[in-house]
């Protein structure tokens, strides 16, 4: 990680040689409304960002969930100018008519991104969205606790670790657990795999000790748990924080997810929204936010600058065996009421 840190040194001590014109442009004053997930951005890129171009006001806020950002987004006085939505979402969202399309010819760094994450479901002629970072769902668990292999999702259901289980608080994701537990398909829209689903949850929510999100990466760290259902890169960074943790994702297959940066067609400052955008493309930038925040990176040129010990950890980098069982999230359509109805009859019981 040593090339990192010099990597973005570097980009720091061009920044205070370029000033405030970013790059030799005509200064203009602009602002940039961001809305971003928690932790999802080293804090020295977006410091380095706001010093290149001291121009452009910068307000960073994040969220907890797809939900919440479409809520947002939906708003008559939506002020956000670029988010960072998951794969099924940006169906949504363009379904809505809700995004601008994107000029990929403003981004003079589009050319790094690896051409597997490009013209993918949800946005199939890359009209919409440009890549951000992607990962896995699996199961992060503590070896002391933890006497046998970690390899089937029916550990969650194992009542030797009552109240030491920790569950996604998430709607798609809980019921991935579920389904994928139950040989069904994590995109059905069958009412009765569906309930059945909901069924198997509410059979193991005794043994839940908590439903969370950003805090259950803490609460592993700090060993009060035995296993937690998470995302990869915040597996990662538990697993270097606490050397008693490890990550692995059931055979049976689990979901396979990607964030991209979308710009809202209410957006007010699309030029700074560019700007950023480019500016995360950058092969140094990219490779230095990846290796702060753990989440594999679709940044080929950013691949090239990690270091080894990053690239063979298959958190951060999954096998190819490993992607072949994980499926992508989809629109569900009239069926997302389905999913939703279930999780509320869960939660409330």
Not at 199 to 224: E, F, N
Not at 268 to 279: E, G, H, P, S, T
């Amino acid at each position: 990680m040593k090339k990192i840190a010099l990597l973005l040194t570097a980009v720091l001590l061009a920044v205070a040689l370029v000033g405030c014109t970013g790059g030799g442009g005509v200064e203009k004053t602009m602002s940039l409304y961001v809305l971003n997930w928690g932790d999802y951005i080293d804090e020295e890129i977006l410091e380095a960002f706001r010093k290149e171009y001291s121009y452009i006001d910068v307000h960073y806020d994040t969220m907890t969930s797809n939900e919440e950002m479409i809520i947002r987004l939906q708003s008559t006085d939506s002020i956000y100018d670029l988010c960072f939505p998951s794969d099924y979402i940006i169906t949504k969202l363009i379904k809505q008519g809700l995004l601008a399309e994107v000029d990929t010819s403003r981004l003079t760094n589009y050319g790094n991104i690896d051409k597997r994450f490009l013209s993918l479901e949800f946005d199939p002629e890359n009209r919409y969205s440009v890549p951000y970072h992607w990962g896995t769902v699996g199961i992060l668990y503590n070896t002391t606790m933890v006497d046998e292999p970690v390899n089937s999702w029916d550990i969650l259901w194992n009542e030797k670790y009552d109240d030491q289980i920790y569950m996604y608080d998430s709607v798609r994701d809980s019921m991935m657990v579920a389904l994928t537990k139950l040989g069904y398909s994590s995109n059905t829209t069958d009412e009765a795999q569906i309930l059945e689903a909901e069924a198997l949850l509410k059979q193991q929510k005794p043994l839940v000790a908590a439903y969370g999100t950003d805090d259950l990466r803490d609460r592993m760290i700090s060993g009060s748990g035995a296993l937690a259902v998470t995302y990869s890169g915040d597996a990662y960074a538990a697993v270097i924080e606490n050397p008693d943790l490890d990550f692995a994702v059931p055979d049976e297959g689990s979901n396979i997810w990607f964030d991209n940066m979308i710009i809202p067609k209410s957006s007010k400052n699309v030029d700074a929204a560019y700007l950023f955008i480019d500016y995360l493309l950058r092969a140094d930038v990219a490779a230095a936010n990846a290796s702060y925040i753990g989440y594999s990176t679709p940044n080929k040129a950013a691949m090239e600058l990690l270091d080894a010990e990053m690239l063979e950890n298959d958190v951060f980098n999954p096998s190819q065996d490993t992607i072949d069982r994980c499926n992508a999230f989809v629109d569900l359509g009239e069926a997302e009421k389905l999913y939703h109805s279930a999780w509320t009859r869960l939660k409330a019981e």
